[in-house]
């Protein structure tokens, strides 16, 4: 058991630009999540994934982002025509959903800073 | 829809002495209870949850947390503070254990240590 993963660790983009993290999950966990976290803020839930179903979006998620999670495993958040307050911590987690009070174990996530 | 304040953004002990974190929380049904640890340009770790079976959770690193469903509180404690324990912790709720409703976190206590 790896952990969850999380590529790039560090991304700095300029405004406008389109960037893509991706999330590999612990492997034989069902669900997947991502979550924003600000300066000084907890993280903000913003999508999960059940398998490859995209289950649930926050209000936080506006149309300049997207989620996939092909075949269930590895997933990728993608933020079309960045702005600066997109800059944030993008955090990815899994979990299993057999276990009746199930856990996320989160990865070390993704820093993004927009110029 | 549930939410979580934790008292105060920064608190600072002496080495050697009681840590106590406070988290008061509210929810609709009952929750699931999470107490999860940051430390610097990491992920998050989780301490401790509470999933109604004992209302005195004990976690790692000699945390443990009580839940108290007449106040709404769920306050970390730790007897004996390390240095090591200096870092960023969230208090978190759920009230499915996962799934749609994510984690909703709240803003963070940085606890810091003095030697």
């Known amino acids: 058991d790896t952990g969850v993963s999380q590529n790039p660790r560090h991304k700095i983009t300029k405004r406008g630009q389109n960037v893509t993290f991706r999330c590999d999950p612990i492997?034989?966990?069902?669900?997947l999540y991502w979550y924003r976290q600000t300066l000084g803020q907890g993280p903000e839930f913003l999508t999960y994934?059940?398998?490859?179903?995209?289950?649930?979006k926050s209000r936080l998620l506006s149309d300049r982002f997207s989620a996939e999670r092909p075949k269930g495993s590895f997933s990728t958040l993608e933020i079309q025509r960045t702005e600066q307050g997109d800059s944030a911590m993008y955090l990815c987690?899994?979990?299993?959903?057999?276990?009746?009070?199930?856990?996320?174990?989160f990865g070390p996530g993704t820093r993004l800073l927009v110029l | 829809a549930q939410s979580v304040t934790q008292l105060g953004s920064h608190v600072s002990v002496s080495e050697g002495a009681l840590v106590l974190l406070r988290c008061n929380y509210s929810?609709?049904?009952?929750?699931?209870l999470f107490w999860y640890v940051q430390y610097p340009n990491q992920g998050l770790q989780l301490l401790l949850k509470?999933?109604?079976?004992?209302?005195l959770v004990k976690g790692i690193n000699g945390f443990e947390a009580e839940f108290k469903k007449s106040e709404t509180s769920f306050h970390l404690t730790k007897p004996s503070a390390h240095m090591s324990d200096a870092a960023e912790y969230f208090c978190?709720?759920?009230?499915?254990?996962?799934?749609?409703?994510?984690?909703?976190f709240g803003k963070g206590t940085h606890l810091i240590i003095q030697p």
């Open positions: 929810s609709s049904v009952p929750p699931y």
């Open positions: 509470y999933t109604s079976a004992a209302t």
């Open positions: 978190a709720v759920s009230v499915s254990g996962g799934g749609a409703d994510g984690l909703t």
């Open positions: 492997s034989e966990h069902n669900r």
């Open positions: 994934f059940q398998n490859e179903a995209q289950l649930e």
């Open positions: 987690a899994s979990s299993l959903r057999r276990q009746v009070q199930e856990t996320q174990y």
